[in-house]
């Protein structure tokens, strides 16, 4: 069975869908050990009332963002991960980190990249008019939310729709799509090769597999 480190920074909810998918078998997987920058992070306590390690580093801690990750990759090291998953977590990573686990880092970002990448998508979203928002499960590389997209999830916008609103259309689909992409990666059917998403051995489009 395959392990999964998981990394937040909040509430968690992305890593909740990841464990009851561990938990029914739609992930044939478990998490390892769950880690988040912030000690207050609920996160933490959804994942020891899974019965799963939790733990959090301070920043404040360390001298640098280096040693930081540094830390923490001996940390994660330590659980033996075949994936490492980021679910929410709000740190941006070290090019060392990224290099450590390349080809196994997964992201969820709220926005249909390669549009608005960073932060207050949900924002923008609203102040430039779109119709339509969404969410994107992508590899990670150097470039911040540039890695190749492997699957999204488009929500629409409605007049009259505040950020509260988009933000539980968008979550309630990441929670769906999020174990669905985990579950290929540990059944052996998702990779990164040549800077590419490849699914079944197939070369996936620049918006990843649900580009219509």
Same mark, same amino acid.
């Given at each position: 069975?395959?392990? &999964?480190?998981?990394?937040?920074?909040?509430?968690? =909810?992305?890593?909740?869908?990841? $464990?009851?998918?561990?938990?029914?078998?739609?992930?044939?997987?478990?998490?390892?050990?769950?880690?988040?920058?912030? *000690?207050?992070?609920?996160?933490?306590?959804?994942?020891?009332?899974?019965? +799963?390690?939790?733990?959090?580093?301070?920043?404040?801690?360390? %001298?640098?963002?280096?040693?930081?990750?540094?830390?923490?990759?001996?940390?994660?090291?330590?659980?033996? /991960?075949?994936? +490492?998953?980021?679910?929410? @977590?709000?740190?941006?990573? =070290?090019?060392?980190?990224?290099?450590? @686990?390349?080809?196994? &880092?997964?992201?969820?970002?709220?926005?249909?990249?390669?549009? @608005? %990448?960073?932060?207050?998508?949900?924002?923008?979203?609203?102040?430039?008019?779109?119709?339509?928002?969404?969410?994107?499960?992508?590899?990670?590389?150097?470039?911040?939310?540039?890695?190749?997209?492997?699957?999204?999830?488009?929500?629409?916008?409605? /007049?009259?729709?505040?950020?509260?609103?988009?933000?539980?259309?968008?979550?309630?689909?990441?929670?769906?799509?999020? %174990? $669905?992409?985990?579950?290929?990666?540990?059944?052996?059917? $998702? *990779?990164?090769?040549?800077?590419?998403?490849? $699914?079944?051995?197939?070369?996936?489009?620049?918006?990843?597999?649900?580009?219509?």
């Amino acid at each position: 069975m395959k392990k &999964l480190v998981v990394l937040i920074s909040g509430n968690g =909810s992305n890593l909740q869908s990841i $464990l009851d998918a561990c938990a029914s078998g739609r992930i044939n997987g478990s998490v390892a050990a769950v880690f988040s920058n912030k *000690a207050t992070a609920f996160g933490l306590t959804r994942a020891r009332d899974a019965g +799963v390690p939790a733990h959090a580093l301070a920043a404040s801690d360390f %001298p640098d963002r280096e040693a930081f990750d540094r830390q923490l990759m001996a940390a994660i090291d330590a659980c033996a /991960p075949d994936l +490492v998953v980021l679910a929410g @977590y709000m740190r941006i990573l =070290s090019s060392a980190f990224v290099a450590h @686990y390349q080809d196994r &880092l997964l992201n969820i970002h709220p926005s249909l990249l390669p549009k @608005y %990448p960073g932060l207050h998508t949900h924002r923008q979203a609203l102040a430039n008019g779109d119709a339509e928002h969404g969410t994107s499960v992508h590899f990670v590389t150097d470039e911040l939310d540039g890695g190749p997209v492997i699957l999204q999830a488009r929500v629409p916008i409605f /007049p009259g729709d505040d950020e509260e609103a988009i933000t539980a259309r968008v979550q309630h689909q990441e929670h769906a799509i999020y %174990p $669905l992409v985990i579950g290929w990666f540990v059944e052996g059917r $998702l *990779a990164m090769r040549e800077g590419k998403a490849w $699914l079944d051995n197939q070369p996936l489009p620049p918006q990843g597999y649900a580009n219509d």
